[in-house]
């Protein structure tokens, strides 16, 4: 088994490992982040699937913690179709489960003041999100509308039962500029800024968030980095102390930062959207020393355990 080596100076001290294995039995489950750790979106990582059966072989309870903007049922079956056992999985929580359940259960003041009006930012070719069972009209009027809710990035919802329209990102720009002209809360069904495709990388909704704030707007993110998921995903391993509990992600912005602020201990893959930064070749172990350190004080905070990619 490959030892861990502590990276410890005046700026750095988190633990790089080479396989999961090396993880404390301390941890008792995982929160386990999907795009940039176990796939790429289109194919599984060279091990991921290994990596997961070891860590259920340890006794951990495994959760999906995503930030996709889809409901959660249907998370793990995806998985499953990459060739993941589905029987690997304690089960899965999505910010486009959170955003679903808070619309439909209007849990607080501000959601019960929301209005049912919204301007509706969707999916396309990737397939948009259905609010057909929630108490939300779509309109296609800035003026109309009450809220703005982000899924996706590519079409704007229309009324009635019409398809949604394909929009181009400087259009969806214009639109939120006139929602923050009028003071309209936006809410983030899926807060990543990009993620992997591929070999590449590609907008998503959490980008329209940033340019809302810089507008004036409000901005409500419904998943990592924000606690919302994290207080469910607790809930849903019946964990008190959520020191037991290690969140695994690519991100430092959501998976890493959302994981501090929650109490959790998290391992940075750093092979995911992150890899040109930290100076990791595709499938290959190193981590580079100096890009690693200059990523995380950019981010003004530190995993406690990276490792370049989720292998045995």
């Known amino acids: ?11 750095a001290s988190y633990i790089a490992i080479e396989s999961i294995r090396q993880i404390p039995d301390t941890y008792k489950a995982v929160l386990l982040d999907q795009f940039g750790v176990l796939h790429d979106g289109q194919k599984p990582y060279p091990g991921s699937i290994e990596a997961v059966k070891a860590l259920a072989e340890s006794g951990r309870k495994i959760l999906i913690i995503s930030n996709s903007s889809r409901r959660s049922s249907g998370a793990l079956g995806k998985l499953e179709k990459m060739g993941f056992p589905k029987d690997a999985f304690f089960g899965a929580i999505t910010s486009g489960e959170v955003c679903h359940q808070a619309l439909q259960n209007r849990p607080d003041d501000f959601y019960r003041s929301l209005g049912k009006r919204c301007v509706h930012i969707t999916w396309g070719a990737r397939g948009a999100i259905s609010l057909g069972d929630l108490d939300v009209e779509v309109v296609e009027s800035i003026d109309e509308a009450e ?9 704007l919802g229309s009324a009635g039962d019409a398809e949604p329209r394909e929009a181009s990102l400087d259009e969806i720009r214009a639109v939120l500029e006139q929602g923050a002209k009028r003071d309209l809360p936006l809410l983030i069904a899926n807060p990543d800024i990009v993620t992997v495709s591929g070999s590449g990388l590609i907008v998503m909704p959490g980008t329209f968030g940033r340019w809302y704030k810089e507008m004036g707007g409000q901005v409500v993110l419904l998943g990592k980095p924000a606690s919302a998921i994290y207080e469910v995903a607790l809930e849903m391993l019946e964990v008190q102390d ?7 992600g690519d991100s430092m912005e959501h998976d890493i930062a959302g994981a501090q602020a929650a109490g959790c201990d998290s391992l940075f893959v750093a092979g995911g959207i992150h890899a040109e930064e930290a100076g990791v070749q595709q499938n290959q172990q190193e981590m580079k020393r100096e890009g690693m350190e200059k990523l995380f004080s950019e981010h003004s905070t530190e995993p406690t355990f990276a490792i370049s990619y989720l292998q045995c």
């Open 147 to 155: 809220f703005l809710l982000a899924h996706g990035t590519e079409c």
């Open 242 to 248: 959520p020191k037991q509990v290690l969140a695994i």
């Open 1 to 11: 088994m490959p030892r861990s080596r502590s990276i410890a100076c005046s700026q």
